[in-house]
Every structure is written in C-alpha cells, then in structure tokens.
C-alpha cells in the first residue's frame, strides 16, 4: 500500500470504512424504534393554550364542557389559564375513580335558562351557505343590526381567536350552557362582564357569504343543540 500524508490509504478493494455504516444503521433503528426524541410530536390528547384563549374558547372548539375541561385538568379557576399551558382534552383513564370525578360529580347543576331571546331580528339564512364552524342558526340583517344576549349570563369570550367565526362572543349561562355569536361587526362586551337577557352585546357583521349575518349557537355540556328547540317564539 502507498502511503498518503502519513495516512494509510483504504482498499478500494474492500469498499470504505465500516464505523460510519455501523453508526446510520444504529442511529435509523433507534428512530424507527422511537428512541429519539421528538419534542415537536403532536399528542392528540393535549392542547396548547395559545395567546388570547380562553378556557371557553378551547371547550367549543373540541365540543367539550367547560366544567369537563376544568375539572380533567383540576383547574381550581377556569378564568386562569396562560398561554404554553397543555391542558388535558380527552377523559382520563382513570375517570371515575379519581378525586377529579368525585369533586364534579359534587358540583351543582344549574337548570338551563327558562326564557331564551332571540339574539337578532332578521331572517333565517339557510347552513348550507355557512362554511367552517359547527352547527346553528344563521340571521340575516342589515349591517350593523343589533345583537343580543340570548340569555342572562357572563361573557367569557370577546375577541377573534376562533377561526371560523369571525369577531366572536361567547357567554357562559350556567355549569352546562353557552351560547356564541359569531361574524360581529362590532363587540359591545368585555370578558368577564354581566350581562342581561335581551342585552346589547353587538352589531352584526358579514359572513361568509359576504352578506350581514350572525351566526349563533347553543351548546349544552359542550355539544351543539338546535337553537330553535330553546328560543321563544319570534313575535
């Protein structure tokens, strides 16, 4: 063998060192194998509280009950929670033997409003012109129609981080009901306010279909319920 720079030169016969092959082979098995961590994997149990949610917000989105989401992440104040939290968004395993099953089982249930106001005058728009957000009725006006709090209650969202609804508020009627209202020109209502039934809480905006709309919601335990089946009848 000839001699290069004081280093022996490989066999070209013999193909090129092993150690570099040896160390691709282990380092494939081990991420085939899981045991390389990746810190960027999604968990579909988890979700990461971004700026400006809400706990409500985070409930409509997944269809789960803000009572459900605070007691499976044992949050001892709904309102307080951060963002680059993980919250918990599927039942623990061990639901029903644990104390956070017991300390909601204790909650009193409060019964759903007895009198629902229509949260707009107008006419009722068909959902099939209605893209990318869950079930309900859709109001049609002019722009700048006024909005109203369907029920008394606290309005837990006032903001625009829901995609799909546009300028959006959401208020929390009792432990079980919310109501949202969504495609909102302009919000008359900050988080964390009282509000009355029949209460100006907005003015309508354009929804997707680039006509004035409102688009409104019921959801009971965190599930869309058909509006129509609460709301008083239209006058």
């Known amino acids: 063998m000839g001699v290069y720079r004081g280093m022996t030169q490989p066999d070209p016969t013999n193909g090129p060192p092993a150690f570099p092959t040896r160390l691709m082979i282990v380092v494939t098995l081990m991420v085939i194998s899981g045991c390389v961590a990746n810190p960027l994997r999604w968990d579909p149990d988890t979700h990461i509280v971004q700026t400006g949610e809400t706990l409500a917000v985070i409930a409509l989105r997944y269809e789960l009950s803000v009572r459900d989401l605070a007691a499976w992440n044992r949050l001892t104040n709904p309102d307080k929670i951060w963002p680059g939290q993980r919250l918990r968004i599927t039942r ?9 099953a017991t300390a909601s089982t204790t909650v009193p249930t409060k019964p759903a409003p007895t009198r629902w106001f229509w949260p707009a005058e107008g006419q009722l728009v068909p959902n099939r012109n209605h893209a990318g957000v869950g079930d309900g ?9 006024p909005i109203f709090a369907t029920a008394d209650g606290k309005v837990v ?18 432990e079980r009901f919310l109501s949202a209202y969504g495609y909102n020109h302009a919000l008359l209502v900050k988080e964390g306010e009282q509000v009355k039934g ?13 006509m004035p709309m409102l688009h409104f919601e019921i959801r009971r335990d965190g599930k869309p319920v058909k509006p129509l089946d609460y709301l008083s009848p239209k006058p």
């Open 137 to 145: 009725i859709n109001v049609s006006n002019r722009l700048g129609s």
């Open 198 to 210: 029949g209460q100006r809480v907005a003015t309508m905006g354009v929804g997707p279909n680039k």
């Open 157 to 174: 969202y006032s903001g625009t981080g829901l995609t799909g609804y546009g300028k959006l508020i959401i208020i929390k009627h009792n």
């Open 92 to 100: 623990p395993d061990d639901w029903g033997r644990s104390a956070p």
